[in-house]
Nanobody, 122 residues
Framework: QVEVVESGGGSVQPGGSLKLSCTVS????????KSWYRQAPGKERELVSS???????TYSPSVKGRATISQDNLKTTVYLQMNSVKVEDAAVYYC????????????????WGKGTSVTVSA
């Protein structure tokens, strides 16, 4: 089992910054791919950013230039730093870990956190 816990959500002013954290329960998941998703009420889930086990990162056009995904040295914690926050950034942010091989199976297994809420207001 891989447990995923997000933290760092809260209220931020437009133009401000936030930093979200995602902690994985076991270092056996250190080589897994990590992603940040977000979903606002009435909207579809959106992939915000991801990083694979090689360190390759991707960003949604909606946050490109404003967000940075990173990991600690053990790769058991993944962060999402976002600057110049906009009102449309308000959402519940989810961390997802995708692992393949071994007990996870050839096609891989997804592990989701419960989410952390971000609100944007003056």
């Amino acid at each position: 089992q891989v447990e995923v816990v997000e933290s760092g959500g809260g209220s931020v002013q437009p133009g401000g910054s936030l930093k979200l954290s995602c902690t994985v329960s076991s270092n056996t998941a250190s080589s897994c791919d990590k992603s940040w998703y977000r979903q606002a009420p009435g909207k579809e889930r959106e992939l915000v950013s991801s990083v694979n086990n090689w360190g390759t990162t991707t960003y949604s056009p909606s946050v490109k230039g404003r967000a940075t995904i990173s990991q600690d040295n053990l790769k058991t914690t993944v962060y999402l730093q976002m600057n110049s926050v906009k009102v449309e950034d308000a959402a519940v942010y989810y961390c997802m870990i995708h692992c393949t091989g071994g007990s996870w199976g050839y096609y891989g297994t997804d592990y989701w956190g419960k989410g952390t809420s971000v609100t944007v207001s003056a």
